[in-house]
């Protein structure tokens, strides 16, 4: 048992040293005896016991004779704690993959792979509402009238993507490219809610829904990636906003009026209060499936919901 | 004997972490050694006996002063009774494969001959149909003359005993057993390997035939060694090796073999190698074997003094270790050799040999797996047996 644990260690440490690499080899070279049944007689084990019962016993003899007499249980433990551990490493590595987090979807506890845990960043809501806990088993769409939404590739096929972005929110303009890129990509219908968390983009939420209401095919949605990748500052600017209109092509004037329309407000508002009832805490938030993702993942998160593991190899 | 003084001689002990107790495997070299050695390196580096420059005039005169060195060593009648070889194992084969046996022969060896006197016998018997019988020692190790001389019979063409024992250090009574073999129209080879570098040798007054040792246990360079033989015997002897420098003159259907010991070195000789083991026996020489042995015997004493009361150790060879020279060979029951020697090494850079000390058939016969040898020479001192002896005592609690 002890050459297996040894071969472990060591071909970690291996890594960093040629002498832990002799070392791993002649592990193996015992471990290798050990699953074709032959003994162990590379004198690797016993060479190692007496390097760390040597190490030891210049610093406790009761500590080396507690090591000596229970060599093999502590390998053994030593064994199980590692194949523990692989185990969990491999979990936490297919996890990441997955999910973007080591510890399963949205968890914000640490991930060796995203140590500053920016795959869960996101947007609170900060005062605008009451706090939400940030919890993801209470997301919901029940309550949501989606087809009311913007929706692009609404004929697509497959799984539907639920989207709730704030214009002016760092991780929802990191994600949206990726999204609608997804979307494009596996012609996948893709409904986009936005919930303007920072207050002075609330002026976007209506400008959107009437840019909607006039062109919901192609405009509305050229607007929208034209806002999302313009600069910030640039957003907050209600000119560069009207030019970008006037550029595309819309009606300024009924725009104008669909704006001022306290029916407008009314609706908008509805939508906002739609959107709260997902208890969503922050953006972006991306409903895909039975799925739901918190915070801006990287882009194999969002395939592998929509299409699965393999979804590279998928049309 | 000044051991600090002598101590400052060898390069290897400049690192104060490090205790050799494995000089029975290779002795340390002083610096005079490695000195006579480089010297070869850097100012002639050249063939021995071959070329007439001035460089090759050098090195054949350095080769012959060593040779020289080598006579007042074993007090020989004649430079030509020296020959180099590679270590005492090329010394014992090339006996084995150039004296004349007949098939019938018997040879006799001890029961705990290294490897090295025992397999070129044993592989002697299946070419040539002779006999190979083992003398048995005491229990303790000590040669039994009794068990010798009931051998001892017209048929016994070759007595070859180890002169010291690697395994336990034991001295068998050499001029006892020459003479009787003599007595018997035997000849007698000894293995040296372990006696050369710690006792006064004189083969003339032991009358014996063949004489082998290393130069690697004597301070000299690994790779070298001796065999004495008597001039006759030697003139009788087919070469073992032949080529380059064993011949006046060749034609392309035979040879006239030059008289040794130049028929048996052939090939280019390693001269680094051999001027060197010139100048260790000279080291030597200069310190005095009488120095040596008195200074072995208290490491011997005090080593053996401070374990014996180990619980489980047991002893290999005598109990008296005025009979064992430099070497303590110890195993406790239960624990594997090999460990208490990496454990001793990892705790305090104390060296000593574990295992059979190839000597296996001696622990097979007696179902030991395996000991501890610790062997001191003249660099050793008092601290590091009680070194050696204090780690020990330590390692037995925890094991």
Redesign the interface.
């Known amino acids: 048992m002890f050459c297996i644990v040894a071969f472990i260690v060591l071909s970690i440490l291996g890594i960093f040293s040629a002498a832990n690499r002799r070392l791993a080899k002649e592990a193996m070279d015992c471990v290798f005896r050990r699953i074709t049944f032959r003994p162990c007689n590379t004198?690797f084990d016993?060479?190692m016991?007496?390097?760390i019962?040597?190490?030891v016993?210049?610093r406790s003899?009761k500590l080396?004779?507690f090591i000596?007499k229970r060599f093999e249980i502590l390998a053994w433990a030593f064994f199980v704690i590692g194949m523990a551990a692989l185990v969990m490493s491999v979990r936490g590595l297919v996890l990441f993959y997955t999910t973007g987090s080591c510890n399963g979807a949205n968890s914000e506890a640490f991930c060796v792979f995203d140590p500053t845990g920016a795959n869960n960043d996101v947007s609170d809501l900060g005062g605008t509402c009451p706090v939400v806990p940030k919890t993801i088993e209470n997301l919901t769409l029940e309550g949501v009238d989606v087809q009311s939404f913007p929706t692009r590739y609404a004929n697509g096929t497959g799984k539907k993507i639920i989207f709730i972005g704030c214009y002016s929110c760092d991780y929802s303009r990191a994600t949206y490219p990726l999204i609608t890129k997804l979307a494009k990509r596996y012609n996948t219908p893709l409904a986009y809610l936005e919930y303007p968390v920072k207050l002075h983009s609330d002026y976007l939420n209506k400008v959107g829904y009437c840019a909607y209401q006039q062109e919901p095919y192609k405009y509305y949605w050229l607007f929208n990636d034209a806002i999302f990748a313009a600069e910030k500052s640039q957003i907050e600017d209600q000119s560069f906003i009207v030019q970008t209109l006037a550029d595309l092509g819309f009606d300024m004037p009924k725009l104008q009026a669909c704006i001022a329309d306290p029916a407008t407000t009314t609706v908008v508002e509805s939508q906002m209060e739609q959107i709260r009832g997902t208890n969503f805490y922050g953006t972006p938030t991306v409903f895909i499936g039975d799925e739901v993702f918190v915070g801006p993942k990287p882009y194999r998160v969002y395939a592998i919901a929509l299409k699965g593991f393999f979804y590279w190899l998928r049309k | 004997m000044d051991v600090n003084k002598i101590r400052r001689d060898f390069p290897a002990l400049n690192d104060k972490e490090t205790v050799y107790f494995d000089s029975a495997c290779q002795s340390l070299r002083p610096q005079v050694v490695l000195d006579a050695m480089n010297e070869y390196y850097q100012h002639f580096p050249a063939c021995s006996g071959r070329s007439m420059h001035h460089f090759a005039a050098k090195v054949t005169q350095k080769v012959e002063d060593a040779r020289i060195s080598l006579i007042k060593f074993l007090n020989a009648a004649k430079k030509e009774e020296i020959v180099f070889t590679r270590n005492t194992t090329e010394g014992i084969n090339l006996v084995a494969n150039t004296l004349f046996f007949k098939p019938g022969d018997v040879i006799l060896i001890t029961d705990k001959e290294h490897n090295s006197n025992l397999i070129p016998w044993q592989k002697l018997c299946r070419q040539k149909g002779t006999i190979l019988k083992i003398v048995p020692t005491h229990p303790d190790g000590t040669f039994d003359l009794d068990a010798y001389t009931k051998l001892l019979d017209p048929r016994v063409r070759l007595v070859s005993f180890g002169h010291t024992s690697n395994l336990d250090g034991v001295t068998i009574p050499a001029a006892e057993i020459i003479k009787l073999a003599h007595q018997n129209g035997s000849l007698v080879m000894l293995d040296a390997a372990q006696s050369a570098p710690h006792r006064q040798l004189n083969v003339r007054n032991l009358d014996v035939d063949f004489f082998a040792f290393s130069g690697h246990k004597l301070m000299g360079p690994s790779g070298t060694g001796v065999l004495y033989a008597k001039y006759k015997l030697l003139e009788e002897m087919e070469p073992f090796m032949v080529g380059g420098d064993t011949v006046a003159s060749s034609t392309y259907e035979s040879a006239d073999f030059l008289p040794p010991p130049e028929k048996f070195e052939a090939g280019l000789q390693d001269y680094a190698g051999i001027i060197g083991l010139g100048a260790a026996v000279e080291y030597l020489q200069k310190i005095g074997f009488n120095a040596i042995q008195k200074h072995e015997l208290e490491l011997n004493q005090a080593i053996t003094v401070g374990i014996r009361a180990i619980p489980g150790l047991k002893f290999i060879g005598p109990a008296d270790p005025a009979l064992r020279g430099g070497i303590t060979t110890f195993y406790i029951d239960g624990i594997?050799s090999?460990?208490?020697?990496?454990?001793?090494?990892?705790?305090r850079g104390i060296m000593c040999r574990s295992g059979q000390h190839c000597v296996h058939s001696w622990f097979h016969s007696r179902g030991i797996t395996g000991s501890v040898r610790a062997s001191a020479y003249i660099y050793n001192t008092l601290e590091e047996a009680q070194l050696l002896v204090d780690h020990l005592i330590?390692?037995r609690?925890?094991?």
């Open positions: 004198g016993e060479k016991k007496a390097k019962l040597g190490k016993i210049m003899e080396a004779s000596n | 594997d090999h460990r208490i020697a990496l454990m001793l090494d990892q705790m330590k390692i609690k925890v094991l």
